[in-house]
C-alpha cells in the first residue's frame, strides 16, 4: 500500500485546508485510515482516525474544528481543517492500518504552517 499525502500550505489563523491522501489499494478493505501530525520538537500525535465501518475518532484539541471523511470510490481520505490555529502547524501525515496483522502504512506527510 502506497500513501500520497497533499494539500497542505500556508494559512492564516481562522482559514481552512482541505487535505488528502490517495491510497494504491483499495480502502474499503482497511482497517483503518488515519491523519496524525508531528510540530517541530514535539511527539508525532493523532489527530483523527475513520474505521473500516465509518465510525470515527477525533482529537479533543481538533474536534468540532477538523472533519475526517473517505471516499472509497476514489480510494482517497479527506481532512476538512476550518479555524486553523498556529497551534496546528505540523507536518501532517496519513495513515493505513491494513489486514489481519495490522499491517501500517504511512504517507510522506504535508506540512501545514498557520500564520498568525
Known amino acids: 500500500v502506497q500513501l500520497q499525502a497533499s494539500g497542505g500550505g500556508l494559512v492564516q489563523t481562522g482559514g481552512s485546508l482541505r487535505l488528502s491522501c490517495a491510497a494504491s489499494g483499495r480502502i474499503f478493505s482497511f482497517n483503518s485510515m488515519g491523519w496524525y501530525r508531528q510540530a517541530p520538537g514535539k511527539q508525532r500525535e493523532l489527530v483523527a482516525v475513520v474505521a473500516k465501518f465509518g465510525n470515527t475518532n477525533i482529537a479533543d484539541s481538533v474536534k468540532g474544528r477538523f472533519t475526517i471523511s473517505r471516499d472509497n470510490a476514489k480510494n482517497t481520505m479527506y481532512l476538512q481543517m476550518n479555524s486553523l490555529k498556529p497551534e496546528d502547524t505540523a507536518v501532517y501525515y496519513c495513515?493505513?492500518?491494513?489486514?489481519?496483522?495490522?499491517?501500517?502504512?504511512w504517507g510522506q506527510g504535508t506540512q501545514v504552517t498557520v500564520s498568525s
Open positions: 495513515n493505513a492500518v491494513v489486514g489481519y496483522i495490522a499491517n501500517t502504512y
